[in-house]
Each structure stands twice: as C-alpha cells, then as structure tokens.
C-alpha cells in the first residue's frame, strides 16, 4: 500500500546537525578515525552532584508522572535562579517544564500560531526553528544577516520584514552557529520595533551561561519595561550543565500562555522525565563552580580556534561572544579543486572534509547561509589541534 503522509510531515527535514553526526558515525564504524567538529552538546559529563541528586530521586521512589507542566520545586529553583542572576520577577504559573528547550519551541509555536502566521528568522538560524514553526502552521520568514553585522537583525530590517500577519520574532542570543550575541541596547532597538508593531518575541537563551571575555549576556525582556508581557523565553539544563540527554528545558510565558502549554503536555507527553527533574533542581541549587569551569575551558578552546582561522589565508569569522561554534565563511575556498576534484557548495565542502580527512563539520546552508561551515568546539584541545592540522593539510592540497 501507498504511504499517504500528510503535508506537514512530508515537507519536514531532517536535523543537519544530526545528519552529519550520523555519516562521522557510519566513517568511524568502517574503522575510519573521525573527529566531529559537527554537533552541538559539551564534551563534558554532568558533574556528579547532579547525577548523585538523580540516584537519589530515584531511591526515593520519585520515579512516576509528575505534575505535566513540572514539579513545584523545579518551578521555584528555575523562578529564584532568575530572580537573582536577572531580577526578572516570573513565578511557577509563567512556568513550563519540558523534554528539552526543543520540546520547549514546539510548545510555544503550537500555542502562539495559527496556520499562516508569520515569524521572523534572522539567518544564519538553528536548524530546527523554520520546520519547528511550519510544523506548527505558521510560516517562517526569514531575514538575512552579514558577517558585517556581526549576523545581528538590525531593528530596519526587523520593521521592513514586519506584514499584517507578522505575529512573532525569533531571537537566538548567544547564537548557534554564529556565538554572536546582542547587546544591552541593540536588543532595546529592537524591542522598540517589537512594541511599535506589537509582535511577540521567542528568546531563546539557551546558551547565556556560556560567554567569553568581557562580553555581557542580557536578557531579552530587562531592556524595556512591559517585555514579560509579549516575550517567552526559552531555556534549560542541557548547555550549561552538560545535560543534553537528561532532557530538561523550560519556557517563562505569560501565565494564560503557561497553563495551555501545560495542558498541550499532558496531551502530549505527560510530563518530563521526573528524575531529571530532580537532577534539574540541583544544577540550579548546587554550587556553581562546574559552570565557571566548563565555561572557562570553552573559553580556551574558542581562543585557539579563533586564532586557527584567523591563521589560515582566506577563511574568517567573526569574534565568538558566546556558546561554542565558529561560524567560518569559507567561500573563498569554494570553486575550486582538491585533489582534482571540484568543490562548488559548503555541502560538498563539509562531505569532502569529511571523507578526505575524517574531519565532521556542518555546511552553513543548513542554517540559511550557503558559503559558510559550522565548526563546533566542544571537543578536547588536543582533537580540536588535530581537526585544525587537518583542516589546513585539505585547504592546500590543490
Ligand atoms: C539554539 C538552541 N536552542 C535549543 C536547543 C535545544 O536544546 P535541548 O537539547 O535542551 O532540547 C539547541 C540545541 O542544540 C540550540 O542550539
């Protein structure tokens, strides 16, 4: 019989990201060795008092459904963790717990748009947000950023992008892929333009824990009064505390937004995993040190990658303020042969790299922005000189 898949899923696809990881993987299982410089989590393994809060949760019996929306005690961690760190005032009911600042944005779209509404994505973007909002319906429009502006939406191209269905603006500050990230006032530009046509705004901060130098996170709702209002900020364990597979984000909404995300949950999935919830509620509430130290140790690797590009004639990208991606333009590189054989697309670019030496990186097309690769640095200092070594060896052999 003929599978009839409906629209929304047959337009869907897949992660590049995960794409990519998958061929690293298929390389290394035909014994090849690979260095993948293609995904997006900590190298780091989840300090042990959060994996000692898991065990002990699960000794405790906590190991059934919890309320959908998450426990009480994870809501208040989460509500006096921003309280301190932004003097934002959310309380539990703003509050929904989730299987990961993924589930999070499917969450938000499937609550905020309705079919054919408009959100606003400045490029280059995470992979996952124009198919997360088309399968929620609503229409992606995306807006192109330069290396010039650092890949920041100025607040002209916000109010030109802006049409009677315009409903929402997407903002990734610090930003997979490109580690730019707005300031203080350039966020203050654009909220002006976000009240005067009176959109919505998904912040998703995921990774404002993970910033370099002197550079300052700010968080998008403190830069004009009334933002709490019209903004859901999207964020989570999974970065800051190396918890990618524990599965535990959470959303701030207004309170009527927050209760229907928490009735499309129980729907959905019931609730999140109870033990990371656990897990969750430490990393909050324990010492901060793993952070500053994982931190610090990005920090090392993004000054040598930095300093790997900038080396290498031809290649740039900008300064990364925060996460842990290079975004390096390489279309100087494209166009030409390697070893006598043509390479035109960042897609080719990224596959030959990956077949030649063994070296997984990510084509800036997945992210909406063609002639660039997505070089991830949470890998070890020693895979990270080993990747640059064999990066250089592939750009000089003509
Ligand atoms: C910008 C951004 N938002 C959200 C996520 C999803 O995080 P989680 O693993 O908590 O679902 C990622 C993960 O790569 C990300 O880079």
């Given at each position: 019989m003929q599978?009839?898949?409906?629209?929304r899923i047959a337009a869907l696809q897949p992660s590049a990201t995960l794409a990519m990881a998958?061929?690293?993987?298929?390389?290394?299982?035909?014994?090849?060795?690979?260095?993948?410089?293609?995904?997006g989590e900590p190298d780091f393994n989840t300090p042990a008092h959060i994996c000692d809060a898991a065990a002990k949760a699960m000794a405790q019996g906590k190991t059934r459904y919890t309320v959908a929306s998450g426990v009480p005690e994870l809501k208040e961690a989460i509500c006096k963790f921003y309280k301190n760190r932004?003097?934002?005032?959310?309380?539990?009911?703003?509050?929904?717990?989730?299987?990961?600042?993924?589930?999070?944005?499917?969450?938000?779209?499937?609550?905020?748009?309705?079919?054919?509404e408009e959100v606003i994505i400045p490029a280059p973007y995470w992979v996952s947000y124009a198919e997360i909002v088309k399968l929620a319906g609503g229409v992606p429009v995306i807006v192109e950023t330069t290396e010039a502006s650092d890949f920041k939406l100025t607040p002209e191209q916000l109010r030109a992008a802006c049409?009677?269905?315009?409903?929402?603006?997407?903002?990734?500050?610090?930003s997979n892929p490109t580690g730019s990230m707005y300031s203080g006032e350039e966020l203050g530009s654009l909220a002006d333009v976000v009240i005067e046509k009176d959109?919505?705004?998904l912040a998703d901060e995921i990774y404002e824990n993970l910033v370099y130098g002197d550079n300052k996170f700010v968080s998008f709702p403190t830069v004009r009064p009334g933002l709490m209002d019209r903004t859901i900020i999207v964020n989570g364990v999974s970065k800051t505390y190396a918890m990618t597979g524990w599965r535990i984000g959470w959303s701030f909404a207004p309170a009527d937004i927050a209760k229907k995300m928490g009735s499309l949950q129980s729907q959905e999935t019931s609730c999140p995993c109870s033990i990371s919830q656990y897990a969750a509620i430490a990393a909050l509430e324990?010492?901060?040190d793993c952070v500053k130290e994982m931190c610090a140790e990005f920090s090392k690797r993004r000054d040598y990658v930095l300093q790997r590009i900038n080396a290498i004639d031809g290649l740039s990208c900008p300064n990364m303020r925060g996460a842990f991606y290079a975004f390096v333009n390489i279309s100087r590189y494209l166009g030409r042969e390697y070893g006598g054989k043509m390479i035109e697309t960042d897609m080719d670019w990224c596959l030959e790299l990956l077949q030649k030496k063994g070296v997984a990186t990510?084509?800036?097309?997945?992210?909406?922005?063609?002639?660039?690769?997505?070089?991830?640095?949470?890998?070890s200092m020693e895979e990270l000189k080993q990747a640059f070594d064999l990066i250089e060896e592939f750009l000089n052999d003509r």
């Open positions: 599978t009839q898949l409906s629209r998958a061929k690293a993987k298929e390389l290394k299982a035909s014994g090849r060795k690979v260095i993948s410089l293609s995904l932004h003097g934002l005032e959310y309380k539990p009911a703003n509050i929904t717990v989730s299987n990961g600042a993924k589930h999070c944005l499917h969450n938000v779209f499937t609550v905020l748009i309705d079919e054919g049409t009677p269905k315009t409903k929402c603006l997407l903002l990734c500050s610090p959109l919505w705004v324990g010492s901060q990510v084509m800036g097309s997945a992210f909406g922005a063609p002639g660039y690769a997505r070089l991830s640095f949470a890998n």
